[in-house]
């Protein structure tokens, strides 16, 4: 157990929904990563957060935001969602605000688009 | 892309040999990582080696960087049933806060 933990472990939903996903660091980290993994685009790094703050971009599409509340979960918004939309959505934190340091993954949200 | 590639993207192995995936990728990067992931579960941290080191190990398994060939192998040890899981490498861009993740390789060990 990595200590970071997701909500919902599964999400079925129909194409133009909007979702959101939840995401609660490691106790004492203060950054959290969200990654979608999909079969066709592998791993791919969407944003990162810390304390509160956008730290980093990646490949995050504009239908997407995320946020980092005070008490340093996160939420990641998925808007319109479209079919491509279905993958594994990860969430990871690390103590800092260094990228490169060991992360820690949560268990992911399968997400399904209908 | 700096998306690493792994190689090979499978790999089926007997219990007791030894596993070796190779990960190659296209800038400079000041660390790479390798991670593993059992079926449709989270990634977990293996092991760290930083651009100016040339080997590590850990356990059963040793990493090896060439920053010159812009690769990297990671190779495990008297494999284990349990060992069977998809195996990634990341590494960041040197160049900004961006994080990528390769391929995977997916290796099965057979008992």
């Known amino acids: 157990d990595s200590g970071v933990t997701q909500t919902p472990k599964h999400l079925i939903t129909a194409t133009g929904q909007r979702v959101t996903l939840r995401c609660s660091p490691r106790?004492?980290?203060?950054?959290v990563y969200w990654y979608q993994q999909s079969l066709d685009q592998g791993l791919q790094f969407l944003i990162q957060?810390?304390?509160?703050?956008?730290?980093a971009k990646g490949n995050i599409l504009e239908r997407f935001s995320a946020q980092q509340f005070p008490d340093l979960h996160s939420e990641l918004n998925l808007s319109s969602l479209e079919l491509g939309d279905s993958a594994l959505y990860f969430c990871?934190?690390?103590?800092?605000?260094?990228?490169?340091?060991?992360?820690?993954f949560g268990p992911g949200t399968r997400l399904t688009v209908l | 892309s700096q998306q690493g590639e792994e190689d090979p993207q499978a790999l089926s192995i007997q219990e007791g040999e030894n596993a070796t995936m190779n990960c190659s990728y296209k800038?400079?990067?000041?660390?790479l990582q390798w991670y593993r992931q059992n079926s449709g579960r989270g990634l977990v941290h293996l092991i760290l080696i930083r651009s100016n080191e040339r080997e590590k190990h850990s356990g059963r398994l040793r990493v090896t960087l060439d920053t010159s060939k812009k690769s990297s192998s990671l190779l495990i040890t008297a494999s284990r049933a349990a060992d069977t899981a998809s195996y990634f490498c990341?590494?960041?861009?040197?160049?900004?806060?961006?994080?990528?993740f390769g391929t995977g390789t997916s290796l099965t060990v057979i008992p």
């Open positions: 990341a590494t960041d861009a040197n160049t900004g806060n961006q994080f990528y």
């Open positions: 106790s004492g980290d203060l950054s």
């Open positions: 957060y810390y304390n509160g703050e956008e730290r």
């Open positions: 990871a934190s690390t103590l800092g605000t260094v990228i490169t340091d060991t992360q820690y």
């Open positions: 800038t400079s990067i000041n660390n």
